[in-house]
């Protein structure tokens, strides 16, 4: 058995209420997410956030024929992490959607996250932060694909859900390839145990 990372997926300003493009209760992920990534600190395991950086003309802005408001656009505002989010002494930063021309949900798309998980003999997955029914979907599903074992904490997500039930649907697919959604205990626990556990 490798090890556990935690990848905070999205925690920024314009996800958050107040934003852009906020998530109903976006905000209320930051509390749990400060205990994982405390829980993480504590068993010394590797802590990645991913944040959408996007360039001021991005595709997928309604401006530019795409879905949604401008948002996370790059070292702006609105693209900085929520202000108490606990950022770890040891976390990697992974900025994606940074091409005009290519919308990215997954934190693994176009990144190094994958070489990043692999060069720390991560085995296991622990996804949290916004938007459960994009970006954390997008981000385990590909876990799931790349071989990962996969835990979603329920606590740590929140979605957008532009058609009602979005996240529910989003939760009951990562399951049936293979995930798990667990609590918020059971995930500190495992991030807790760290190297020396295992
Ligand atoms: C996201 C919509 C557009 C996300 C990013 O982080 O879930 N959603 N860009
Ligand atoms: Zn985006």
């Given at each position: 058995m490798g090890r556990t990372a935690l990848i905070v997926v999205d925690v920024q300003r314009d996800f958050c209420?107040?934003?852009?493009?906020p998530v109903p209760a976006?905000?209320?992920v930051v509390g749990p997410i400060n205990e994982l990534v405390q829980a993480a600190e504590c068993g010394e395991q590797p802590v990645l956030y991913t944040r959408d950086w996007h360039p001021p003309?991005?595709?997928?802005f309604r401006s530019q024929g795409?879905?949604?408001?401008?948002?996370?656009?790059?070292?702006?505002?609105?693209?900085?992490?929520?202000?108490d989010l606990l950022l770890s002494r040891n976390g990697t930063v992974i900025s994606k959607a940074?091409?005009?021309?290519a919308e990215a949900y997954?934190?693994?798309?176009?990144?190094?996250l994958d070489e990043l998980l692999r060069g720390r003999a991560v085995s296991r997955v622990i996804v949290a932060g916004l938007a459960t029914d994009y970006c954390v979907k997008a981000t385990a599903l590909d876990a799931l694909a790349r071989g990962y074992e996969l835990w979603v904490v329920r606590e740590a997500v929140r979605g957008v859900d532009v058609h009602p039930g979005d996240s529910q649907r989003a939760l009951d697919e990562i399951r049936g390839k293979g995930g798990r959604v667990v609590g918020l205990e059971e995930a500190k626990a495992a991030l807790r145990q760290g190297a020396g556990m295992q």
């Amino acid at each position: 058995m490798g090890r556990t990372a935690l990848i905070v997926v999205d925690v920024q300003r314009d996800f958050c209420p107040g934003g852009a493009l906020p998530v109903p209760a976006g905000d209320e992920v930051v509390g749990p997410i400060n205990e994982l990534v405390q829980a993480a600190e504590c068993g010394e395991q590797p802590v990645l956030y991913t944040r959408d950086w996007h360039p001021p003309d991005h595709c997928s802005f309604r401006s530019q024929g795409g879905q949604w408001p401008e948002h996370c656009v790059r070292e702006t505002p609105g693209a900085q992490f929520h202000p108490d989010l606990l950022l770890s002494r040891n976390g990697t930063v992974i900025s994606k959607a940074v091409d005009r021309d290519a919308e990215a949900y997954s934190g693994f798309q176009n990144t190094k996250l994958d070489e990043l998980l692999r060069g720390r003999a991560v085995s296991r997955v622990i996804v949290a932060g916004l938007a459960t029914d994009y970006c954390v979907k997008a981000t385990a599903l590909d876990a799931l694909a790349r071989g990962y074992e996969l835990w979603v904490v329920r606590e740590a997500v929140r979605g957008v859900d532009v058609h009602p039930g979005d996240s529910q649907r989003a939760l009951d697919e990562i399951r049936g390839k293979g995930g798990r959604v667990v609590g918020l205990e059971e995930a500190k626990a495992a991030l807790r145990q760290g190297a020396g556990m295992q």
